[in-house]
């Protein structure tokens, strides 16, 4: 099955808002601007590559992972 980007932001968003992580919060750890992390959540912009293994790391690795 083929990932929509819309999924992509969803499943970014959904997991920010688990780890009652706000964007503000997540933004200064990827090294972005809150705006522009909104925009990847809404797809308006392109996740690049190394932003997206960050962003998996913050949100999805867990302990020792």
Do not use: M, S, W
């Not at 499943?11 to 009652?20: L, Q």
């Amino acid at each position: 099955k083929k990932i929509t980007g819309t999924e992509i932001g969803e499943a970014i968003k959904d997991a920010r808002e688990n780890k009652c992580y706000l964007r503000k919060f997540v933004a200064e750890i990827i090294g972005v601007n809150n705006r522009t992390l909104e925009a990847y959540e809404k797809v308006i912009r392109i996740i690049p590559l190394n932003t997206y293994l960050l962003l998996y790391q913050i949100l999805y690795k867990t302990g020792n992972n």
